[in-house]
């Protein structure tokens, strides 16, 4: 089997992060499949509200943090397990942002139930950390990411948030130092720089707390030895043991995501198939951005899943 699985390469299942949340989404899924279906109901269970609900029906909690996050997660491990039930499974797996706990579900590290239930936590602790209003993200297009932090060094308070992909890499801190370093950033060549619809400053020092109270939590929180490899995104390597994966969640609430350099792990380690499951297909389009020559395939409908056959 190893030697089928080097001639043909490895498959990674890669899950998006907050943004990508729509109305409707993971619907079909639990329309199609009884254990789509299973794992929203238990994330009702688990959290006191209606997770059908808050995905399937507009509203007006989807975009805020600490529904997002809970939503996000439930909506892709219900997938992953849909495919996992048909026999597709991964050789390593990675997230962006709140998307590496769905790769810790994948990798066997933590329960679908006490991912869900982490990310309620993750998105309270991170909607609490920064009073609206106060801090900020902008995406900056056209530049490396030595260029962008030769500017941004230089301004308080604001710093590199997310590594995306070359040429776009956003920054993250209080709403004033992010405006200065994208007047900064246009000055040094930036072909743009866009403001994120975001609730808060992630990725930066100002989550340091939320991130501190986040490691208290998971204390109590079990997690197993990874079965298959995932990729952190604090270090862009992959952890193959169990007593690391917390302080690296610890650190990840406050520290840049490190998506081009994972996405560059898992292409020298041989994946050639990377199968985005979730709604969006942002990170389809960062990994064409890194490499064209593999393949990428979105699962985001039901009807999705006919890809894979």
């Avoid at 849909?82 to 590496?100: K, N, P, Q, W, Y």
Wanted: charged share 25%.
């Amino acid at each position: 089997m190893s030697e089928v699985r080097r001639i043909m390469g490895k498959t990674a299942f890669i899950f998006p992060g907050q943004g990508a949340q729509v109305c409707g989404m993971g619907q079909d899924f639990y329309e199609n499949s009884e254990t789509a279906k299973a794992v929203f109901d238990r994330a009702t269970e688990l959290l006191g509200f209606s997770v059908p609900e808050l995905c399937f029906e507009k509203n007006d909690r989807l975009d805020i943090t600490e529904y997002t996050q809970a939503a996000m997660v439930t909506t892709s491990v219900a997938m992953m397990k849909v495919m996992e039930e048909r026999g597709i499974h991964a050789d390593v797996a990675a997230g962006l942002s709140l998307g590496e706990y769905c790769a810790l579900v994948a990798a066997g590290v933590m329960t679908a139930d006490d991912a869900i239930r982490t990310v309620r936590e993750r998105g309270i602790l991170m909607q609490e950390a920064v009073p609206a209003g106060v801090g900020g993200m902008s995406a900056v297009l056209g530049m490396t990411a030595d260029e962008i932090n030769a500017v941004v060094d230089e301004i308080p308070n604001v710093q590199v948030a997310n590594y995306n992909c070359p040429g776009q890499i956003v920054i993250s801190g209080l709403k004033e130092a992010v405006e200065t370093a994208a007047v900064k950033l246009k000055e040094a060549g930036a072909r743009r720089v866009i403001p994120l619809n975001v609730s808060g400053p992630f990725h930066s020092y100002l989550l340091e707390e939320a991130g501190e109270k986040l490691g208290k939590f998971l204390e109590n929180i079990p997690v197993a030895e990874p079965v298959i490899p995932y990729v952190a995104n604090v270090t862009a390597a992959y952890v193959t043991k169990a007593e690391d994966v917390k302080p690296l969640l610890t650190r990840q609430v406050s520290s840049s995501v490190r998506w081009q350099q994972s996405v560059e792990t898992m292409l020298a380690d041989g994946v050639d198939r990377f199968i985005e499951i979730g709604p969006g297909k942002t990170l389809a389009g960062f990994i064409r951005k890194i490499n064209r020559e593999v393949t990428v395939i979105n699962i985001e409908k039901f009807e999705d899943l006919e890809k894979l056959n």
